[in-house]
């Protein structure tokens, strides 16, 4: 037993020495190999009876680093992601260590009431004076969660009778939105036909008359609008939509209006470039990743809703077994009925610990870093031969542009379909 326990005070070291921790510049950021090939390299097979030493098994660990990518290197640039933080690291390793859920108190103490307060405290980031959070398996979830609150309060029957002989409802997102509104639709039995895809601005932003026009016809149809998406970082452009335009569109029509920044919400820290948030106040629901642009590592994906109760009412099964009502604690603090789930993963502490390590001021800092880059790689882009901005002018920190080859550098009268065509295929 002592031999496999000693195995965890080697991980730090494995992790130094393969370059994960602090990755040179010299490192590759992936040794990449295709599916067949790797199959060949390392043994992923779970044939074997007998136990493994523990040379074997710390070589087992070193092959499937060799063949991992080094999201921390200067140069991955693939995801919405890069790198990770070492007090967010630090959380991580931790909650993995003390192996709890976070569906009572009496299993989780400290770590329910760093929920509770990291929950406050981003309300308050983002003005929502009353209000209740989740912490949740992904920003995909945090938008389903909102969608069915908004579900709820549109149909409070839904939850006891099913959709079944209810009005249709119907949602509303941008055409430039996260996917994930898609398949929420889908799972919520709402159907992909009832999700309205909304005009964007050559910049990725919805909109707002082109929302209004596709309300009327909804209502002239005879559904039920319910439910409006607007995004703040889309994935491609990182556009920012009008949200004081759409929350008034919204509260005209009395509609649930959900603001996906998972990307986008780190701004809020920065007081340079909290304006992109304007009026994210006046939303019924919010989702933030701090996992993409802080680095909190993944993953780490925050649900906040303007309605105290609204969760717990809508999600609730009362499990009597778990959630005891005669505790001898006050059982307000056992916040599990109000998540979809049973057991949940402690994710709040990474973030908690950012907070507590770096302030709002060094977390400021880090957004404000990565803004600064993509002005600089913007600058790069546009004094360079061969290189093509998608904007001119970006809102975050998206960077999208063409490389043209030197055979395909036509007057712009010449830039036809095929042209373009070609572009693509580069």
């Not at 630090?90 to 909650?95: K, N």
């Not at 994710?347 to 400021?364: E, H, S, T, V």
Request: aromatic share 10%.
């Amino acid at each position: 037993m002592s031999d496999e326990w000693s195995l965890l005070s080697k991980i730090p070291a494995i992790l130094e020495e393969q370059h994960f921790v602090r990755v040179p510049d010299h490192e590759p950021v992936v040794r990449f190999e295709f599916p067949e090939d790797l199959k060949k390299l390392v043994d992923f097979t779970l044939d074997s009876d007998e136990p493994r030493d523990q040379a074997g098994v710390e070589q087992i660990i070193k092959q499937v680093l060799q063949y991992s990518v080094r999201t921390g290197h200067a140069n991955f640039h693939n995801q919405l992601f890069a790198g990770v933080d070492p007090y967010g690291l630090a959380g991580s390793w931790i909650t993995d260590a003390l192996n709890t859920s976070q569906y009572t108190f009496e299993v989780g103490p400290a770590f329910t009431l760093i929920e509770d307060a990291l929950i406050a405290k981003c309300l308050r980031l983002f003005g929502f004076v009353e209000g209740d959070g989740i912490l949740s398996p992904g920003g995909s979830i945090s938008n389903m969660y909102a969608m069915v609150a908004a579900r709820y309060r549109a149909l409070p029957g839904v939850k006891r009778t099913g959709l079944a002989n209810q009005p249709t409802l119907v949602a509303f997102t941008s055409e430039d939105a996260h996917y994930s509104i898609k398949k929420a639709v889908h799972w919520l039995g709402i159907g992909i036909d009832n999700l309205v895809l909304v005009r964007t601005d050559p910049g990725g932003c919805m909109i707002p008359e082109e929302l209004e026009k596709a309300i009327g016809t909804v209502l002239a149809s005879g559904r039920k609008p319910f439910f409006v998406n607007s995004t703040a970082g889309t994935t491609v452009l990182g556009a920012f939509d009008p949200f004081e335009r759409i929350a008034a569109i919204c509260e005209r029509h009395n509609l649930w209006l959900h603001v996906d920044s998972c990307l986008g919400g780190s701004a809020i820290l920065s007081r340079k470039h909290s304006h992109l948030l304007a009026g994210v106040e006046r939303a019924d629901s919010l989702a933030w990743n701090p996992h993409k642009t802080l680095g909190a590592p993944l993953q780490c994906s925050i649900f906040l809703l303007k309605h105290k109760g609204l969760l717990h009412e809508c999600n609730s099964a009362n499990a009597d077994y778990l959630f005891q009502q005669d505790k001898f604690y006050d059982v307000s603090y056992d916040t599990g009925d109000k998540s979809v789930q049973c057991g949940r993963k402690v994710d709040a502490f990474k973030i908690w610990l950012m907070f507590k390590a770096r302030g709002d001021r060094g977390l400021a800092e880090l957004v404000e870093n990565a803004f600064d880059c993509a002005e600089f790689f913007t600058r790069e882009v546009r004094k360079r031969d061969g290189f093509r901005l998608v904007l001119e002018q970006i809102q975050y920190t998206n960077v999208g542009f063409w490389y043209v080859p030197k055979k395909l550098r036509v007057p712009e009268e010449q830039q036809d379909g095929a042209w373009w065509a070609k572009i693509y295929e580069v």
